[in-house]
């Protein structure tokens, strides 16, 4: 079955880079529903950070032609857990070697997972100091609350979809030294998810979904966009729905109806 082994490695997912093709509105989206704080910016791409992450940020938007997301990250616990965590990934073949960083951490080793998503991992990392206006009131909190939006506090866990959630959780087990907390399994044996943790950090790996399910995704795009463009003024309502119908029809389509 599954490793039970555990590492400590890793010490959290650290942040994700979002592609946008629409940089100004998903800009806006982030900063007064989400409630972000703009942390940086550089070439293409706006630095964002939540109101309780001790790092520099938590989101990365850089502008793209398609919409998807470019990389996520982890933090190591130590040098010796970065350079020991490396030595996994390069022998298992699926490293892409060092970059100079980005803003607000230092060197960072660029891989891929066996789907081929794109992740890298570092250890030296800039502690984020607050301007005065957002200093908090608080010693053991990273800004002051923003009091605006939903106010998301940090980076929680990250959704993969993959063609095979066998393949992945096993990579995630075996490379990245995470554990797995939760399965489907459906009862022809597949594996429909799987959710890994390093304690601090989920990912769930979902599996491809059928053909005739494709066209959900996409609805759910739509949807989810809708949900945005409500919060300026659309059909929440509407929205809301369209995203309940299609959470309900992509069940259905994984393992029949309740």
Not at 82 to 104: C, M
Not at 236 to 244: G, I, S
Request: glycine share 8%.
């Amino acid at each position: 079955m599954q490793s039970t082994l555990r590492s400590f490695d890793l010490a959290h997912l650290a942040h994700v880079e979002l592609l946008t093709p629409k940089p100004e509105e998903s800009l806006r989206f982030f900063t007064e529903i989400f409630s972000l704080t703009e942390s940086g910016r550089s070439g293409q791409s706006v630095y964002l950070r939540a109101w309780d992450d001790y790092e520099h940020h938590t989101l990365k938007l850089t502008e793209s032609k398609v919409a998807g997301i470019g990389h996520h990250a982890y933090r190591a616990t130590s040098p010796e857990a970065l350079r020991h965590r490396v030595g996994v990934i390069e022998k298992a073949g699926y490293g892409k070697g060092w970059t100079e960083g980005d803003l607000g951490h230092g060197p960072a080793y660029a891989f891929t997972t066996c789907d081929g998503h794109a992740m890298e991992i570092y250890y030296e990392t800039e502690w984020y100091q607050p301007p005065p206006e957002l200093k908090p009131a608080l010693k053991n909190q990273a800004q002051r609350f923003p009091a605006r939006g939903v106010n998301v506090r940090r980076l929680d866990h990250l959704n993969l979809l993959c063609s095979d959630v066998a393949e992945l959780r096993r990579f995630m087990e075996d490379v990245l030294g995470l554990r797995t907390t939760e399965m489907i399994v459906l009862d022809s044996g597949t594996e429909a998810g799987a959710w890994v943790t390093n304690e601090k950090g989920l990912v769930p790996a979902v599996a491809r979904l059928p053909m005739d399910t494709l066209d959900f995704s996409q609805r759910a795009a739509a949807a989810l966009a809708g949900l945005g463009a409500a919060a300026f003024g659309g059909d929440l309502v509407a929205a809301v729905a369209e995203v309940e119908h299609l959470v309900t029809a992509t069940r259905e389509a994984l393992s029949g109806p309740a």
